[in-house]
């Protein structure tokens, strides 16, 4: 996945700016380990979190994303850690979070399957497209850790999430030219005109089915600043490199990863 280079290009990047960073006795004796000494011990995060569950890159089908609402999400864990040397450590923990968002968008002759009157329905919809997801779970992240300062420090891995409960539902109407349709099985097929709150739509419950992964996998960064000597300001983006929806599910004609990022504070045992 061609996002992921980008991630670790960053990332290395990174790196090679913080070893010209500021290399004081002092602070390194203040805020981290010194280069006498190795070191071990907890940090407990809390934060919120802000994101949405996306295609990489956006469909052509999507033209204009009119709303974009997080759900107000938290994310809050513990992480083990152990510093090596001075600079270089690994990480690993066990995190607790609900994240979603909210999104109304225009598309054109975008392919999805919902409920009409009761009967399920698929085809090239045209119109405005609302969409709600949820996700409950936890995340497991194994990181390298790399001091760049006495005050900052950037860790960055694989991570692994397993999800409680999910949701991913909407439903479709008019957009501002008061066009919505579906055109039925092709492109082509019958027009089907949709009105509003006359259909909806619900992975999570097909047939009686959840479409949703149940797991997910992907890449994690952090950075942390240490603000005093045991509480952290810290930011993390945690980016899906697998597919929200199971492949066999063929009403959502392209991957969805989920992107979300959690901003908090952190106290460091």
Not at 74 to 98: E, P, Q
Not at 232 to 261: C, E, I, R, S
Request: one cysteine or more; charged letters at 20%; hydrophobic letters at 40%.
């Amino acid at each position: 996945m061609k996002s992921a280079k980008y991630i670790i290009l960053a990332v290395l990047t990174l790196m090679a700016v913080g070893m010209q960073a500021e290399d004081n006795a002092a602070k390194w004796e203040k805020y981290g380990p010194t280069s006498k000494s190795t070191k071990a011990g907890f940090i407990v995060r809390a934060g919120y979190v802000i994101g949405g569950t996306t295609p990489l890159p956006p469909p052509a089908e999507i033209r204009k994303i009119k709303e974009f609402a997080p759900k107000g999400g938290f994310n809050v864990g513990v992480d083990g850690y152990k510093m090596f040397t001075r600079r270089w450590g690994i990480a690993s923990g066990l995190h607790f979070f609900y994240e979603g968002f909210h999104t109304v968008a225009e598309v054109k002759g975008y392919y999805m399957r919902m409920e009409m009157e009761g009967d399920a329905i698929e085809g090239y919809y045209t119109g405005c497209d609302v969409t709600n997801a949820t996700f409950w779970g936890f995340t497991i992240p194994v990181v390298a850790t790399f001091a760049m300062s006495a005050r900052w420090n950037l860790s960055f891995g694989p991570y692994i999430q397993f999800y409680t409960s999910t949701g991913f539902n909407g439903e479709v109407y008019e957009n501002d030219e008061g066009v919505s349709y579906l055109r039925v099985d092709t492109p082509t097929g019958q027009k089907q005109e949709i009105g509003r709150g006359t259909n909806s739509y619900d992975f999570a419950d097909v047939d009686g089915e959840n479409k949703m992964r149940q797991w997910g996998a992907g890449l994690e960064i952090t950075f942390d600043w240490k603000a005093l000597k045991h509480m952290n300001v810290f930011g993390t983006l945690d980016w899906g490199l697998t597919n929200a929806m199971y492949p066999d599910f063929k009403a959502v004609q392209f991957p969805m990863y989920n992107l979300y990022a959690t901003i908090g504070l952190a106290y460091r045992y």
